[in-house]
């Protein structure tokens, strides 16, 4: 059977996952496709030839990212040259849209189809980018019911496919059976803290997140802190921290991977902003959302804000339902305090369980099906 490529990019731990499931669903529906680009384990588990590796382009922020310039730089160039040498019937572009945008409109404007999946939010900072997406983009694939209308405004093709984790992640998630599997009594306290999956991340919280959890262990000797790390490197970063800390003596038991176990195991969850707080939501647990970068970087990323929040629960609910302490907010003294209320309010954790359930019902689509369906038709 003769073979058809796709080109695929993707940056970080959650577009992995985003693209690995439709990686599957296109292979379902034409057993013919072979993909190659940039991509993680979960990608290279569907069968990806991997040109690079995906940490190279795993930096965040503008002075991070100036830091890698010149090698970010050269990995596009070479992925641009590879993708016009050996051309694909489409590429795909998943998230990371400081890199993809300028390989995509470099290959759409060589007449290669390309789709973007992920919408970058455009409608939380930097809105101006509609314009080179419009020039980039053959076809944008939406996670959120209110990004589609931007588009279309734009005249942007769009699709919205709903978030892959609501059709993934269990609408009840049993904590009881998962504290049995990772052998926690019951009656304990558990906090999860989830310092992000970029080494940039976790040298920016660990630290903090380590006096939060002193700050925590005072009150309540008998608590539990489960910190999931993605990769050996990050754990290492978190073990210096730790040692540097000399909080050897903390009830910090680390993981490798394991995130939703966790989050499902833990009574409150501390997590950076990303898709780990959208994670979280969806397996209904109460959070307190933190941030910390460059001071440089923050201060032009708040420039460029139109949004009072970070977090995605928050944003896709249109209001703050979970606290958010970003940047110089963002203390041991404030993390522990905000941890410690939500973990006494009862009713606010309820609440929270039926707001969380209703933005569940609305991202389950069938996403990896309705992805693959959108792109079919660009195909041979």
Sequence with gaps: MAKTVIGIVAGE??????????MKALKLARPDLVFVGIGGPKMQSVGMQVLFPMEKLAVFGYVEVLRHYREITGIRRQMRAYFLANRPALFIAVDAP???????????????PTIHYVSPSIWAWRGERINKIKRAVSHMLALFPHEPKIYKAADVPVSYVGHPLA??????PNRDVMREMMRIPLQATVFAFLPGSRQSEVKQLART?????????????????????????TRE???????????EGLPIFML???AQDAMVAADIVLVASGTATLECALLKRPMVITYRLNKLTWRMMKRKSYLPYFGLPNILCGRFVVPELIQDDATPENLAQALMNLLNDKDAVQQLEQIFTDLHTTLRQNTAQKAAAAILPYLP
Excluded: C, W
């Design 98 to 112: 400081d890199f993809n945008l300028d390989l995509e409109l470099a290959l759409k404007n060589h007449g290669i």
């Design 13 to 22: 731990a959650s577009g992995d996952l985003l693209a690995s499931h439709l």
């Design 256 to 258: 490798f991977g394991h």
């Design 209 to 233: 997140y380590i006096e939060t959890a002193k700050l925590i262990f005072a009150q309540m000797p008998e608590v539990r802190f489960l910190v999931p790390l993605i990769s050996r490197e």
């Design 237 to 247: 970063l978190f073990e210096q921290a730790i040692y540097d800390s000399r909080a």
């Design 167 to 172: 059709d993934i992640l269990p609408e009840h």
